[in-house]
């Protein structure tokens, strides 16, 4: 963007330049419509793929009267335990 140079003149600005910065303001705002659009979608399939990579497998499950537990590196104690082979 150019800033015009009569900016001390009486006479405004120019009208080619005035029609290059509404040209890009529209750009602008045809992208933040697109954004306000599919953000909201994106933030929740990533949310959802977050979740979905923390939950726990229980596959192959068996219950177990154990008093320790070890899950990822700590040590639950007394807890009736579901572990999986």
């Not at 306000?36 to 793929?49: E, G, H, V, Y």
């Amino acid at each position: 963007m150019a800033l015009n140079e009569h900016q001390g003149s009486e006479s405004g600005p120019d009208p080619e330049e005035l029609e290059v910065l509404e040209c890009e303001v529209k750009e602008m705002a045809e992208k933040i419509l697109e954004y306000r659009a599919t953000l909201p979608d994106q933030l929740k399939n990533t949310f959802a793929s977050i979740l979905a990579a923390q939950k726990p497998d229980f596959l192959n499950v068996r219950i177990l009267g154990l008093s320790e537990l070890r899950i990822r590196g700590c040590w639950i104690m007394n807890a009736v335990v579901l572990r999986s082979d």
